[in-house]
């Protein structure tokens, strides 16, 4: 394959103009979908957040790949498109509640909600000026709140500020996720789903057929958008005036029947929902990756969870409990009752299962199959290794550690200063290095079916993270780094971006190795891949913030869906930082929350998981012929939200049947570009909401 192909300054002078024009909009789509989600499509503000890189993920290499064909004119080469889509890929996300979003609206949620005006007002009062203005001068907030011109000159330290904290800390993860990229592109071969697909509409677009363009003439692409689109149509219809064809949905997840509620099999999320972007989406997955996903989530879901409901160690949910969300998941933090409370604290939080699954797939191949591969970085450190082992690489492995310990040096000591010197700063480096690791969690399941439900989903496993490998650090009296002042601690965790994987959840890990998979598959040397990802990102970051505040005050946060007093997501940002500040983490922390300090009984779990999904591994590595893999079992774990189990099934019946009747020629040349187009229907269906929601602000104001 080959792996250097010449790209010339005019496809990152043509990507850093559309990824400017691109994060602007995406801005403004963000300032009128509820909490800045990016979907808007429901009602609910908590779980909008969830299917957030389902809206635009596969819609925007759609739009650059019909761009794509207009820059083949001017004698754009497909090599250099595919520089395009991966600065568009990775900066698409960044203006939104994921990603600099929650900058500009700190400040200005927290002088509106009263029972946090002690933290945020007082305790916070040292670092007012990195969130905005004076916040007890109301004139410097009119503009944000009711619309009128931007104070720049009061705005321009947090701006600044922030600019300069977000660029490296962005940085760091991507250098961390690049020093994986040889194992998992080049060793491994992960299927990166999204990534294929993307690469298909690259081809797709500079393929010629019968004198025209294989993307315009395929009309399974155009049918599949098409028919996803109207598949969907709970989603949108409501945006339509005069239609009466329905009233926003209040959930993602639930486009068909919920039998949750009737407790019929206790503890499990009977959820048949039959979403036709995720039924699109799972079809690209592996077939074997795609049956050992429904298999062990069956398993785990229906199976394990009633059973021990049924033997007495967990009370039954409730009759009513939705099983669209996180109402179902709430129960398994901890929350439902005396047996389980035993449970917890005996063997652990459920989650732990998932987390170590997820770990074990990123650890068993290299400690298992790579052995070797794992000694050649080692010495390509020290620069021992052959020429080969770093021949498509970015960069030297050095200089690729190199520079992520000194970006993440400069991201904790920028934290430190944020927190006015109360940072432990070693604590801050560990938990950095820590968020690496989790991204990279994260990752894998982009690797192995995409994003479209991952676990680090706001209220399904992010909070027992956050208790263990946050909260407890700082909180614990018997943590290493607890800080028993309370305004210290809380302006330690207040300066620390991921609150509840917000900001966090943008940074260019997933994507950053999606884009390495679609410069393998297009023969783009990973290079160039680097430094378009290293532009896209600082345009990113620059473009979001200054455009996003005066699109801001050009309406006024009363006009906007990203802000409300007190509801979801911007609570949270008032909220978070308060739950391990009110009191020590205690006894009932590290019990009744499932989280708390690293206790025996959650890595019991923890054990188990990275246990059964090593050896799974191992068994496949040694005879190819077995069943089950490790990725799809890893996944079944919890890594993927239940809401995706059953479009899953769907993909997977016809998938099945479609490689049994048609082939591969019939998968590639039709059932392939029908997922993406039905995957792909979100863009639309968001930007309608979208555009409903801004003609209804503007023509009340």
Same mark, same amino acid.
């Given at each position: ?149 931007? +104070?720049? #000159?009061?705005?321009?330290? /947090?701006?600044?500020?922030?600019? %300069?904290? $977000?660029? !490296?800390?962005?940085?760091? @993860? ?94 499990? +999320?009977? #959820?048949?929902?039959?979403? /036709?972007?995720?039924?699109?989406? %799972?079809? $690209?997955? !592996?077939?074997?990756?795609? @049956? ?94 052959? +020429? ?314």
């Amino acid at each position: 394959m080959e792996v250097a192909r010449p790209i010339r300054p005019i496809a990152y002078l043509i990507g850093t103009v559309l990824t400017a024009i691109i994060t602007v909009l995406m801005g403004l789509v963000a300032l009128f979908t509820v909490g800045g989600t990016l979907w808007g499509l429901t009602g609910d503000s908590w779980i909008n957040a969830w299917p957030a890189n389902m809206s635009f993920v596969l819609f925007w290499p759609l739009v650059i790949a019909v761009l794509g064909t207009l820059l083949s004119k001017i004698g754009i080469t497909k090599y250099e498109l595919v520089i395009v889509m991966v600065m568009i890929w990775i900066a698409w996300i960044f203006p939104s509640q994921h990603g600099v979003l929650s900058v500009l609206t700190m400040m200005g949620t927290a002088r509106q909600i009263p029972a946090f005006h002690r933290w945020n007002m007082d305790y916070l009062k040292p670092c007012h000026w990195q969130w905005g203005p004076d916040p007890f001068n109301d004139k410097l907030w009119e503009s944000w709140m009711y619309g009128g011109p931007v +104070p720049w #000159s009061e705005w321009m330290p /947090a701006l600044l500020f922030h600019t %300069a904290r $977000l660029i !490296p800390y962005y940085l760091m @993860f991507a250098f961390f996720a690049t020093l994986w990229r040889r194992q998992w592109i080049d060793i491994e071969a992960l299927p990166f789903p999204h990534a294929t697909a993307a690469a298909k509409l690259i081809d797709m677009a500079y393929e010629k057929v019968d004198g025209g363009t294989r993307l315009f003439q395929n009309v399974w692409l155009w049918l599949g958008l098409l028919i996803g689109f109207l598949a969907i149509y709970p989603y949108w219809a409501w945006t339509l005036p005069g239609l009466g064809l329905t009233i926003a949905m209040q959930y993602p997840g639930s486009l068909g029947i919920d039998l949750t509620p009737y407790v019929i099999v206790p503890c499990a +999320p009977l #959820s048949f929902n039959f979403e /036709a972007f995720w039924i699109g989406a %799972a079809f $690209l997955v !592996p077939i074997k990756t795609l @049956f050992s996903y429904i298999l062990t989530s069956i398993l785990f879901f229906w199976v394990w969870w009633p059973i021990m409901s049924w033997l007495g160690y967990w009370e039954p949910h409730s009759a009513g409990t939705s099983g669209l969300g996180y109402q179902h998941s709430n129960m398994f933090r901890g929350w439902m009752g005396p047996n389980m409370q035993r449970w917890v604290l005996t063997w652990g939080a459920v989650a732990f299962i998932s987390f170590g699954a997820a770990y074990a797939i990123l650890f068993a191949p290299i400690l298992i199959s790579f052995r070797s591969e794992l000694v050649n970085v080692f010495k390509a450190f020290v620069g021992k290794a052959p +020429p080969e082992i770093e021949i498509r690489e970015p960069i030297k492995y050095r200089w690729q550690l190199t520079i992520f310990i000194l970006l993440l040096i400069i991201s904790a000591v920028l934290w430190q200063y944020a927190s006015i010197g109360n940072l432990p700063i070693i604590w801050g480096m560990i938990n950095y290095l820590m968020y690496s690791l989790w991204l990279m969690c994260r990752a894998r399941v982009a690797a192995e079916y995409g994003l479209v439900l991952d676990f680090m989903n706001d209220n399904y496993w992010a909070h027992n993270w956050t208790y263990t490998f946050r909260h407890w650090w700082v909180a614990d009296p018997v943590s290493p780094f607890f800080i028993r002042d309370v305004q210290a601690r809380f302006l330690v965790l207040r300066s620390d971006y991921p609150w509840y994987f917000t900001v966090v959840r943008a940074a260019p890990v997933a994507t950053l190795l999606e884009t390495y998979r679609i410069a393998s598959l297009e023969g783009v040397h990973s290079k160039h891949i680097l430094m378009a990802a290293i532009i896209a990102t600082v345009i990113g970051v620059v473009v979001s913030l200054f455009t996003l505040l005066p699109l801001w005050c050009s309406f006024g946060a009363l006009n906007l869906s990203a802000f409300n007093y007190t509801g979801a997501p911007h609570n949270y940002y008032q909220r978070a930082p308060t739950y391990a500040c009110i009191s020590e983490v205690g006894e009932y922390w590290r019990g009744s929350l499932g989280g708390g300090g690293p206790r025996a009984s959650q890595w019991i779990l923890f054990s188990i998981g990275f246990i059964i999904v090593s050896v799974i591994y191992a068994l496949h590595a040694r005879y190819p012929w077995f069943p089950v893999n490790a990725s799809g079992v890893a996944l079944g774990f919890g890594m993927l939200i239940p809401n995706v189990l059953v479009p899953s099934i769907v993909a997977y019946i016809a998938k099945f049947v479609v490689m049994r009747i048609g082939g591969a020629r019939i998968y590639e040349d039709v059932a392939m570009p029908f997922a993406i187009g039905m995957a792909a229907a979100t863009g639309p269906a968001v930007i309608l909401g979208f555009l409903y929601q801004i003609s209804t602000t503007l023509s009340i104001m």
